[in-house]
């Protein structure tokens, strides 16, 4: 069994910075991938980004959407099964509910998300 747990969403001007982290626990031998994703109300869950160098294999590689590409980056502590997502820049249009999936086991595990949320 894995846990998944995320941290440091909140509230912040636009313009600003947040840093949101993901630490995978449990009976975890190898871990394949951690993503993070973002969902609004009404819309689709989106891939943001995904890290793959945490010693595991995954075939798809490390991503980052365009919508935050230049703005947002991923970065992994593979000691600590940790990943962290560093948002910069930040837009009104970023406000979502961010969850951080881990790939392991054959399968992947969910945290309850943290909320971010840009003032205009």
């Known amino acids: 069994q894995v846990q998944v747990q995320e941290s440091g969403g909140g509230l912040v001007q636009a313009g600003g910075s947040l840093r949101l982290s993901c630490t995978a626990s449990?009976?975890?031998?190898?871990?394949?991938?951690m993503s993070w994703y973002r969902q609004v109300p009404g819309q689709e869950r989106e891939l943001v980004a995904r890290?793959?160098?945490?010693?595991?294999?995954?075939?798809?590689?490390?991503y980052i959407a365009n919508s935050v590409r230049g703005r947002f980056t991923i970065a992994s502590d593979n000691a600590k099964n940790t990943t962290y997502l560093q948002m910069d820049s930040l837009k009104p249009e970023d406000t979502a509910v961010y969850s951080c999936?881990?790939?392991?086991?054959?399968?992947?595990?969910w945290g309850r998300g943290t909320q971010v949320t840009v003032s205009s």
């Open positions: 890290v793959t160098n945490l010693g595991g294999v995954y075939v798809g590689g490390d």
């Open positions: 999936g881990v790939s392991a086991l054959g399968g992947t595990y």
């Open positions: 449990g009976r975890i031998s190898r871990i394949d991938a």
